[in-house]
């Protein structure tokens, strides 16, 4: 049974101590009011795929069919003052979409 509005969970390693996770929240519900978001983790290790797709590994199956978990990692490869942009791949998976950067981590929670 599919849900009447979406539900999209957050992990990142964006941290809270600035507006990013709210800025980023407010776009979302701008764009889709009756969304329902839910923080998994804002506080991976920068970088670390590893524990990401641990997290994400063990709880995406938890949430209803259709969900759609966005992976938020900052992307180590991309220089910070360059105007070049990491890779964003969607995937689709046992009935979840999967959202993140093209850094591997998507092999690891398959």
Not at 36 to 52: C, N, T, V
């Amino acid at each position: 049974m599919k849900r009447p509005f979406p539900v999209l969970t957050m992990t990142t390693d964006w941290g809270l101590r600035d507006h990013y996770v709210g800025s980023f929240k407010g776009q979302l519900l701008s764009r889709s009011p009756q969304a329902h978001i839910i923080d998994i983790s804002h506080e991976i290790e920068q970088f670390d795929i590893l524990q990401a797709s641990y997290i994400v590994k063990n709880c995406f199956s938890n949430f209803p069919v259709g969900s759609v978990h966005f992976i938020g990692l900052s992307a180590n490869n991309v220089q910070k003052n360059s105007e070049e942009v990491a890779a964003v791949l969607a995937v689709k998976c046992m009935d979840h979409i999967f959202i993140g950067n093209d850094s591997g981590i998507f092999s690891l929670i398959f």
